[in-house]
């Protein structure tokens, strides 16, 4: 199979969006109202990852949510009596903002059910996704607009075939928080993944290279999710799943990863959504420099 073949093959269209968690660390926040719906200034976390999906091409996206979720839906649907309002009164500005969530791609809805882990709400994909391949993009993970980090994998997985994972360096006091990743033959910052340990203590963790909530995945991955037993936690883990196919390439393709060093915001810990808040507002040109200017006042009172 040529280069040409090989990509066409392995072009990827549809993005999968797991949004079921519970959101506890949020409480009471999230008693009723999802996690992902947490405003980041003006738009909820889970824009800015549509918008992401949606930037890098990626046009028919699925969300695996559960109970309580019916505000995600809400928000990415019509809402004509809001619209109405603006339009009659001439703010066009924000009547361009309520279109535009409605308007960003063509979204669709499955539950999870029984919360069996990321594994398990991937494989609720498997019909919709059909025998293509496809990108997986945490809800709760926020890689910066400048940052062009989906569309490196996506075109790294069309030129080889391989299952593509993006990896960033963490201190290693903090890689029992991630899947950890072994890797070898490094070109770039593009490596080949030889092995996978889902939250593993410091003292064994062989890198400190942590998956984050990017991913490529060839279709074959289903059937290996399909016979993955429940790892840490009780839970169907995707990354054992990935280890699975990184140890046995042809079941799937093997697994590269692209080893990230740009501008990601992790919105699922307090203190990490109120930094991401305030670098994102930081960036914007309506509010950015009145809100440097108020910080360094604040900085020198404390």
């Known amino acids: 199979m040529n280069e040409n073949s090989l990509g066409s093959a392995f072009k990827v269209t549809k993005a999968v969006i797991p949004v079921a968690g519970l959101g506890t660390r949020f409480l009471p926040a999230t008693k009723a109202m999802p996690k992902e719906m947490l405003p980041i200034v003006d738009k909820p976390v889970i824009q800015y990852v549509v918008e992401e999906a949606v930037a890098s091409g990626l046009s028919d996206l699925l969300m695996i949510t559960g109970r309580n979720k019916n505000t995600l839906e809400n928000h990415f649907d019509r809402v004509a009596e809001l619209e109405h309002v603006l339009a009659s009164k001439g703010d066009d500005q924000r009547l361009f ?30 019909s919709h996704v059909g025998e293509q391949s496809f990108a997986v993009l945490l809800g709760d993970d926020i890689i910066d607009e400048r940052d062009l980090l989906l569309v490196e994998m996506l075109k790294l997985h069309e030129e080889t075939g391989d299952n593509v994972i993006a990896l960033m360096a963490v201190p290693s006091d903090q890689i029992s928080l991630y899947g950890c990743a072994s890797v070898a033959e490094r070109t770039g910052n593009h490596v080949l993944v030889t092995d996978l340990i889902e939250k593993p203590a410091e003292a064994s963790a062989p890198s400190n290279l942590a998956v984050i909530g990017r991913y490529v995945l060839r279709h074959e991955m289903f059937e290996i999710l399909e016979k993955t037993q429940p790892g840490r936690g009780g839970e169907i883990q995707l990354t054992d799943a990935l280890l699975t196919a990184a140890k046995n390439p042809e079941l799937a393709g093997g697994v590269r990863g692209v080893v990230f060093e740009g501008r990601r915001y992790d919105t699922g810990d307090k203190l990490d959504f109120i930094k991401a808040t305030i670098k994102i507002a930081n960036d914007r040109e309506d509010i ?13 009172t404390i």
């Open 97 to 126: 903002k309520v279109q535009q969530s409605s308007q960003l791609a063509d979204i669709h809805y499955t539950r999870q059910g029984d919360p069996r882990g990321l594994g398990h709400a991937v494989l609720r994909a498997k």
């Open 288 to 300: 950015g420099p009145e809100l440097r200017q108020w910080l360094k006042t604040y900085v020198e």
